[in-house]
């Protein structure tokens, strides 16, 4: 029998999923449509895609509101794969179909594990260099130029043909960048500025009878099947274009995934999620429609006004699909230049700022890789940037092992701290409790530490005890402040043991010794204990005096 509270429950949930789908269909349209010209397929099919890929990833995916559909980095992928081709739309649909399939082959081994261990500055290098690549090639758009394919020619036109610019595109772009950049955060949250910007500046355009560039047309149809020609020989040939498109979209999948895990305080299953996304981008393709990958700005949306089930995935799809319906003549009117305004704002906000405030702490091995990875996306090629700053960041580190390798002799950790450390959390019940992160904190181990504070729970005090004596790269760095954070979040006081001041001053630049409390820092594991015992102790007659 149902209870009023559990059915006040379960409205409660519902209503959340209802507005977080809302919200993140209301973030979708404009995206998806700046996308689907972006690409060269259209805005149609950018919408479709959208439509199609969040329906299906969300029936079949995991339980949690994973909002998907095409994103930048993959907008980039397929048009640079349509540039490629020479605009060849039926190998580029067999290239999405392919890249579909190898998701779902990549869903049924370990591979995808191997996302957890690829660097930060490989991951923020890429990201940045996305970014980078849909500013650029939105330039020639904003003012009503013609648009180019790649960013070197995007460039070279904007340099030479400013005098040809359409004035009245180059003013709408302009205002549309007024807005998505001007509209404060806090109203950002209810009414999202992208949205915003399109409705207000369409409006203008069709008011004033404006001469500018337009999508002209959008289908309303439903899409139907449509396996496109091929044979052996393209398959083997355009193979690459479909292992890049898929390792892309799974790996922006995967990285969602993590993001999502943060926010809701669950594990995903990472072979459902992919799986489940490649079943969708096959769909997506039969139907002539842009595959995607789980979009980490709409799922914090959703979550973040409310959702908290799978139901979010779907209303989002069913609230595009009555938008495209309902407004189809309006879509049509939107002027690229808008779209344009709207895509440089999103690849502004793929640039990793949070990387830039602490470049300067990072070691130079990472500025070396971020610097690779980022020209490489930029002016050369995607999936070989990403190959080659995996490969330069294995290298270095194999580099800073070895240089750092002496024959030494180092006595056995002592035994007398050691039978401490088991009295204390014996004698105080698991309340304080002692952890030492023992070996190379770097990229590689930063993601396996995070997910084993969440087994803390009960205890109020937590000795870190830092065993490493280097300082942190730029991946350790944001893990700790998980660390401090997540414990943080659970309520239980953390209380560090640092082998040097290096670290404790690379900690204090970047204000994570204000959030941990420089008290609560020692250069002794013993007198950390002794204060946690003491603080405990006190708290404990506080709390009894009271009662």
């Not at 394919?149 to 205002?175: C, D, R, V």
């Not at 070396?368 to 960041?393: E, H, R, S």
């Not at 790269?473 to 043991?497: G, N, P, T």
Request: aromatic share 8%.
């Amino acid at each position: 029998m149902i209870t009023a509270d559990k059915l006040k429950l379960k409205l409660n949930i519902l209503t959340g999923d209802i507005f977080g789908g809302i919200n993140a269909a209301i973030i979708a349209l404009p995206q998806a449509l700046a996308f689907g010209v972006a690409t060269g397929f259209g805005a149609s099919a950018g919408v479709w895609g959208a439509i199609i890929l969040c329906f299906i990833a969300g029936i079949l995916g995991t339980k949690v509101p994973m909002i998907s559909g095409i994103t930048g980095p993959s907008a980039i992928v397929i048009a640079s794969i349509m540039h490629a081709l020479n605009k060849d739309i039926n190998s580029v649909l067999m290239i999405m179909i392919l890249a579909g399939i190898f998701q779902l082959l990549l869903s049924l081994t370990k591979l995808i594990d191997i996302v957890k261990y690829v660097p930060y500055p490989v991951i923020s290098g890429f990201m940045n260099g996305v970014g980078t690549i849909i500013i650029i090639m939105q330039l020639n758009p904003l003012l009503g130029l013609k648009p180019f394919s790649n960013t070197i020619e995007s460039l070279e036109h904007i340099l030479t043909s400013l005098h040809p610019m359409n004035i009245q595109a180059a003013l709408l772009g302009f205002l549309t960048l007024i807005i998505v950049f001007g509209i404060p955060k806090r109203l950002n949250k209810y009414l999202p500025s992208q949205i915003l910007a399109l409705i207000i500046c369409t409006i203008i355009s069709i008011k004033m009878g404006l001469n500018i560039p337009k999508i002209s047309e959008v289908s309303i149809s439903i899409p139907s099947i449509h396996l496109p020609s091929s044979n052996l020989h393209d398959v083997i040939t355009y193979f690459h274009y479909a292992i890049t498109l898929a390792i892309i979209l799974s790996s922006e999948t995967l990285l969602t995934g993590l993001v999502c895990n943060s926010l809701t305080k669950t594990q995903l299953s990472p072979r459902t999620l992919i799986a489940s996304q490649g079943i969708g981008n096959v769909i997506c393709a039969l139907t002539g429609s842009l595959p995607g990958a789980a979009a980490t700005m709409r799922t914090v949306a959703a979550i973040k006004t409310g959702a908290t089930t799978k139901i979010a995935a779907i209303v989002c799809p069913i609230v595009l699909l009555l938008l495209l319906f309902k407004f189809s003549g309006f879509v049509a009117e939107i002027p690229l230049c808008v779209l344009a305004g709207i895509l440089i704002k999103i690849g502004y906000d793929i640039i990793d700022i949070k990387l830039l405030k602490v470049l300067k702490l990072a070691p130079k091995e990472d500025k070396y890789v971020l610097a690779v990875v980022f020209l490489l996306t930029v002016f050369y090629n995607l999936i070989v940037a990403v190959g080659a700053g995996i490969t330069l960041a294995a290298l270095l580190y194999a580099k800073k092992v070895a240089d750092n390798a002496k024959l030494i002799h180092k006595e056995v950790y002592d035994k007398d701290i050691i039978k401490l450390e088991k009295e204390v959390e014996r004698d105080y019940k698991l309340k304080i409790r002692v952890v030492h992160i023992d070996g190379q904190f770097f990229f590689g181990s930063a993601t396996q530490l995070i997910s084993q504070f969440d087994e803390l729970l009960g205890t109020r005090y937590l000795i870190l005890n830092c065993d490493f004596e280097e300082k942190l790269d730029i991946s350790a760095l944001f893990a700790f402040e998980d660390i401090v954070l997540r414990l943080k979040s659970q309520h239980i006081k953390l209380i560090l043991v640092l082998q040097n001041t290096e670290i404790f001053n690379q900690l204090k630049e970047y204000k994570m010794i204000e959030e941990i409390g420089e008290d609560n820092i020692f250069y002794s594991e013993i007198k950390a204990i002794e204060y946690a015992k003491k603080s405990f102790t006190k708290n404990a007659r506080k709390k009894y005096k009271n009662k």
